[in-house]
């Protein structure tokens, strides 16, 4: 089976900007999740799609959000960026219910200049 | 305290050695615990996870449970330079959702 895609791999925005994040599933998982990664705050949490609504939250700013396709495939939003959105941006997926192993594609490294 | 706690290392071992691991956690309604492996500049990979108290075993991994004393810890058997990585425990809580808690990780040096 394919991993975890992410699309783009690399991406250099301006403060102000917005940047939209894709991530496909691995084939037959349901479930995906967002992290942030940061030297400062290591990986953190961002949320959580289950067909097609989010289950979870993490503590960031409204400017980040995100949604899901019926076909599992994920996207994340970040309006107004800020330096410190800069970071590597990780998408998790896992097959759904009864199933808690989460599994990570390569990530998208956001820079904000 | 954090909600997950690792010692951020660097855990210096000779190659062929046994490297130990160990995490805590805050939270007793953790369910489930992950180990996940993390090498400079890339993504992390699931390695082991463990749901019971007690051990389980995945070739040269060994994942270790105790929920009374709130700690898991990973074991690396014949330790590789290949296993030169930071080394990241994850903890869920709760049964609904499915939000892992990432503790900072504790880097390994595998020396030959």
């Known amino acids: 089976k394919a991993g975890v895609t992410q699309t783009p791999r690399y991406l250099i925005k301006t403060r102000g900007q917005q940047v939209t994040l894709s991530c496909s599933p691995i084939?037959?998982?349901?479930?995906v999740s967002w992290y942030q990664q940061t030297p400062g705050q290591g990986l953190q949490f961002l949320f959580e799609y289950f067909s097609e609504t989010q289950r979870n939250k993490g503590n960031f700013p409204g400017r980040f959000s995100g949604r899901q396709f019926s076909n599992s495939r994920s996207e994340m939003n970040v309006s107004t960026l800020e330096l410190g959105d800069s970071a590597l941006y990780l998408c998790?997926?896992?097959?759904?219910?009864?199933?808690?192993?989460?599994?990570f594609g390569p990530g998208t490294r956001l820079t904000v200049t | 305290q954090k909600e997950v706690e690792q010692n951020s290392g660097p855990l210096s071992v000779p190659e062929g050695a046994i490297a130990s691991l160990n995490c805590t956690y805050s939270?007793?309604?953790?369910?489930?615990f992950f180990w996940y492996r993390q090498y400079s500049g890339k993504s992390p990979e699931l390695i082991m996870f463990i749901y019971s108290n007690g051990d389980k075993e995945d070739g040269r991994f060994t994942a270790q449970l105790n929920k009374a004393s709130q700690y898991v810890s990973l074991l690396i058997r014949d330790s590789q330079p290949s296993d030169s990585a930071t080394y990241l425990c994850?903890?869920?809580?709760?049964?609904?959702?499915?939000?892992?808690?990432f503790g900072g990780g504790t880097r390994v040096l595998v020396k030959p």
């Open positions: 994850a903890v869920k809580v709760g049964a609904a959702g499915n939000k892992l808690t």
């Open positions: 998790a997926s896992r097959p759904g219910q009864g199933a808690d192993e989460q599994y």
């Open positions: 939270d007793r309604g953790s369910q489930s």
């Open positions: 084939s037959g998982h349901r479930s």
